[in-house]
C-alpha cells in the first residue's frame, strides 16, 4: 500500500498528521469452499469478511496460532495477492487469493479502460488469483476534486464512478454485479480529509467556506463497491503513525455519512488494521497499542458497525498474536 497525507488540523489531532512452514489445517476444504461460495452469492459479503494483507510469516502465525481459534477462510479469510500459499488452507489455495490493481494505474485510464482492467482481474488475477475480487490498492486524495464548483466528467473520481457503472449493469458468473466484486483500499488522507472536513460533502472549513477536497466525483463509485477498506492510521515512519482518540471517534461516522449520502451501504465498509503507534490521547488502561486501537474501534455506533463486518489486517510485525486475540474476542466463533 502506499499512503495519503492527511490535512492538518489540530483540533482534531493532537500530533501532526503524518504521514515454509509445515501446512496442517483443523478446517476441510470443502467446508471453506462452501463458505465462500455463499459468501460470493448476490455479490453479499460473509460477516466477517477479512483481507490479510500480510508477510507468508505473519499469515501463518495467524493461521496456525499456538493458542486460540486460527484464521480460515471458513471464518471469512481471504489473503491479499501476491501472497506465497494463500491462506494455507488444504489444497488449492488459489480462490482464498484477491487479485489486485493501482490505483496509480487506474487513474491513467479511461473510464472504459478502468473498467475493463477490474473485469480481467476479477476473471483471474495476475498471480492466479481466483477468488474473483479484485481489490484497487489505493485510492488515493488524486481520486478527489476542488472543494467548490462542478465535477468535470473527466476527472478521475468521475472516471472511476462511470467504471463502476459499467460494472455495476451486468452480473458476473460468480453472483452479483461485476462491480460488487471490487474492493477499494482507502488511504488514510481521504479517510481523515472526510473526518475533518465540515458540510454535508465534508469539505468545509469549520467557518463554512471550501478547504478540503470534494468526494462527490468518485463516491457514487465507491457506493457501487463491494468492499471498502478504510486504512485507519497514518503512512509515515515505522512503525505507523496511530490515529489519534479523537479521530477514531470521528471518523467512522463521517464516512457512513458521506457514504450514505451517495447510496452506499454500512455493510461494505471495513477497517484496516496495522502496527501502529499507541493512539494519541487514547484511555491509559486500554493495553498496548493494537488492543488500545481495537478498543477505539469499539467506542463508537459508527465503528461497532463497521467492526461487525470484520477488520482486516496490514504488515502487523509483532502486533500478530495480540490483533488475533483481538479478533477472536470479537468473533468468537
Known amino acids: 500500500m502506499k499512503f495519503g497525507r492527511a490535512p492538518a488540523d489540530t483540533s482534531y489531532e493532537e500530533d501532526a498528521l503524518r504521514r515454509s512452514v509445515l501446512i496442517t489445517s483443523a478446517i476441510a476444504a470443502g467446508a471453506a469452499a462452501a463458505a465462500l461460495s455463499a459468501g460470493s452469492a448476490a455479490g453479499s459479503s460473509w460477516a466477517p469478511r477479512t483481507i490479510v494483507y500480510d508477510t507468508t510469516s505473519a499469515t501463518h502465525q495467524l493461521v496456525f496460532p499456538r493458542s486460540g481459534h486460527g484464521l480460515t477462510p471458513q ?182 455519512g458521506l457514504l450514505g449520502r451517495h447510496g452506499g451501504s454500512a455493510s461494505t465498509v471495513h477497517f484496516v488494521l496495522s502496527a501502529t503507534t499507541r493512539p494519541a490521547s487514547a484511555p491509559r488502561g486500554w493495553g498496548d497499542a493494537m488492543a488500545t486501537t481495537w478498543s477505539l474501534a469499539r467506542s463508537t455506533s459508527a465503528g461497532r458497525t463497521i467492526l461487525a463486518n470484520g477488520p482486516d489486517e496490514y504488515r502487523l510485525g509483532h502486533y500478530t498474536a495480540e490483533w488475533l486475540k483481538q479478533y477472536n474476542r470479537q468473533f468468537p466463533n
Do not use: C
Not at 465534508?202 to 467556506?209: A, I
Open 75 to 256: 471464518r471469512g479469510a481471504l489473503r491479499q495477492d501476491p501472497g506465497i500459499g494463500g491462506m494455507f488452507a488444504p489444497g488449492n489455495n488459489s480462490p482464498y487469493r484477491i487479485s489486485k490493481l493501482s490505483g496509480a494505474y487506474l487513474a491513467r485510464l479511461s473510464a472504459q479502460g478502468m473498467a475493463r482492467a477490474m473485469r480481467s482481474q476479477i476473471t483471474r488475477g495476475q498471480y492466479g488469483a481466483e477468488a474473483h475480487l479484485v481489490a484497487v490498492d489505493e485510492l488515493l486524495e488524486t481520486y478527489g476534486d476542488p472543494g467548490r464548483g462542478r465535477v468535470p466528467a473527466s476527472s478521475t473520481g468521475a472516471r472511476f464512478t462511470t467504471a463502476m457503472r459499467i460494472l455495476a449493469s451486468s452480473q458476473s458468473p460468480w453472483g452479483g454485479t461485476w462491480a460488487s466484486r471490487v474492493q477499494v483500499y482507502v488511504a488514510p488522507g481521504i479517510v481523515t480529509s472526510i473526518a475533518i472536513g465540515h458540510g454535508p460533502e465534508h469539505n468545509l472549513s469549520p467557518s463554512g467556506r471550501p478547504q478540503y477536497r470534494m468526494w462527490r466525483g468518485v463516491m457514487p463509485g465507491l457506493a457501487l463497491a463491494g468492499g471498502l477498506h478504510l486504512e485507519m492510521y497514518h503512512g509515515s515512519g515505522s512503525p505507523l503513525t496511530a490515529f489519534s482518540a479523537s479521530l477514531w471517534r470521528r471518523a467512522p461516522g463521517a464516512f457512513l
